[in-house]
């Protein structure tokens, strides 16, 4: 579909010439010759982009400006002007219009301007759209939930999403929903319309990361041909949310930690100071305290990022909550997947209950993931569980299957070597995929990029 222009000037030359430009460029070109023929054709056609001359018999064209600016805010108006008075354009420019022409013009130049405004439109209306989408996917409202403890997590992120907080703690294991907990506070601030900038500590050596967040300046390394912004300006008004802050290096932390206090920073390479107004929500699945008695993570840090901590429970402890969630992923995956399931069994249903959830929400999105990918079935019986969940557990006591099941290696095994065994076993049962690998280890593809570098498997 063709975009279309309304031209209005009262010189009939002037509008045959910019139809004929306008329309040979491929637009659709509506004429009129004053203020008030101009309101009711937008009324009645619309349009996406108005050419508005200055000098108008009758309402001059800043009036015009003021009604299009108060009913049609959203299309963009180009003024068209005469040398002479180009100071009064800028002026129209302060009160909304989005750019203006000097005539005499030449064709091409308002071709040119033409494309440029309905570009920024789009992507403007696109923008909008896709956050306001996001505010919908990842409000308050998205963390399932009617345990006592779930419900207590949802008012603490409501609240803290609304008071003027610029730190925020999560804590919780893997797949407890600290990311989804993050965004939600996120989306539902009045930060929402700004930035949410994501990045995992885990997944980048530590001057990388530094760079990532604070950015450098040009020359600052070998590689540093142009400055880069960092994150924190990047996400300038809106939220930076770190996750897995606990794997963030020793001398980062000292940088955070003045970060947090006032608020400034040093691009790499910099000399100046750069302040920002940036929401830190920081997440890690696990125990900072302990990490601070290792010493492996400032206790200054710990306990400025601390002064409001969120506790995502496990999902052993809200069984209660598997209904729900079941249900949540269920009408969640028939709409992606296009199947018609109903429900799970009474039967699958206790068997779900029973199990003890180590990989929590993330683990048993997967289970009922799978059951429909593989099945078509209106209701998903026990045989569609796979057998990790099928196996009747402990009970809830044991805190995790996989823990339990764990046999400590002999000694001369490090936690190094295991960890390139395990990064080995995985990309070889999923054939060097990648994505599944970091899906089976529950680490982000980034984080598994780094290990396999690290471990010269890339
Ligand atoms: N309370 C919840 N309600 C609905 N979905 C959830 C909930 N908690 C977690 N999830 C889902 O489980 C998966 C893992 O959550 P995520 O936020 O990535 O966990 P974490 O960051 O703690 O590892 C995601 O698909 C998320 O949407
Ligand atoms: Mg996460």
Redesign the pocket.
């Known amino acids: 579909m063709s975009e279309r222009i309304l031209v209005i000037d009262d010189e009939k030359l002037i509008r045959w010439a910019l139809r004929k430009n306008l329309s040979g460029a491929g637009y659709e070109v509506l004429e009129a010759e004053d203020g008030e023929s101009a309101l009711t054709i937008l009324e009645e056609e619309g349009a996406d982009l108005i050419l508005l001359d200055v000098r108008l018999p009758k309402k001059s064209g800043l009036e015009v400006l003021e009604d299009v600016m108060k009913h049609h805010v959203q299309i963009p108006v180009i003024l068209m002007t005469a040398f002479s008075s180009v100071e009064g354009a800028v002026d129209a420019m302060k009160r909304g219009a989005h750019d203006y022409l000097v005539k005499p013009f030449n064709h091409d130049e308002v071709l040119l301007l033409v494309a440029k405004a309905l570009d920024t439109t789009r992507l403007r209306r696109e923008l909008a759209f896709v956050r306001q989408q996001q505010q919908q996917q990842y409000g308050t409202g998205?963390?399932?939930?009617k345990s006592e403890t779930?419900q207590q997590v949802s008012r603490l992120i409501w609240k803290v999403a609304s008071s003027a907080a610029t730190t925020v703690l999560i804590q919780?294991e893997?797949?407890?929903?600290?990311?989804?907990a993050a965004k939600a506070i996120h989306f539902s601030s009045d930060r929402a319309t700004r930035p949410f900038m994501n990045i995992t500590c885990s997944a980048l050596p530590e001057s990388l990361l530094e760079s990532e967040l604070m950015g450098y300046e040009k020359g600052a390394f070998t590689d540093a041909r142009e400055r880069k912004q960092g994150l924190f300006e990047v996400a300038d008004g809106g939220t930076v949310f770190l996750d897995e802050v606990g794997d963030m290096g020793i001398g980062l932390q000292a940088k955070m930690l003045r970060f947090l206090e006032d608020k400034t920073f040093r691009r790499v390479g910099g000399s100046r100071d750069m302040m920002v107004d940036v929401r830190i929500i920081a997440?890690t699945n696990r125990n900072l305290e302990q990490s601070v008695q290792e010493g492996s993570f400032r206790e200054d840090l710990f306990y400025r990022m601390n002064v409001i901590p969120v506790e995502?429970p496990p999902l052993r402890e809200r069984l209660e909550d598997i209904d729900l969630?079941v249900c949540?992923f269920i009408d969640r995956f028939n709409a992606e997947f296009h199947k018609r399931t109903k429900g799970v069994s009474d039967a699958a249903l206790e068997v779900l209950k029973r199990h003890s959830w180590p990989g929590n929400?993330?683990e048993l999105?997967n289970v009922i993931e799978r059951a429909m990918i593989l099945e078509n079935k209106e209701i998903l019986e026990v045989e569609d569980m796979p057998a990790a969940v099928r196996q009747l557990d402990a009970g809830p006591a044991s805190n995790s299957a996989a823990a339990a099941a764990f046999v400590l290696p002999d000694e001369g095994y490090g936690l190094r070597r295991m960890e390139q065994e395990m990064v080995k076993q995985a990309l070889e049962k999923t054939a060097g995929n990648q994505s599944h690998a970091a899906q089976l280890l529950d680490i982000s593809r980034d984080a598994l990029r780094y290990k396999m570098r690290k471990f010269g498997l890339l």
């Not at 998205?142 to 939930?145: C, E, H, R, T, Y």
């Open positions: 998205n963390l399932v939930g779930m919780g893997s797949g407890t929903g600290k990311d989804l997440a995502m969630l949540h929400v993330r999105r």
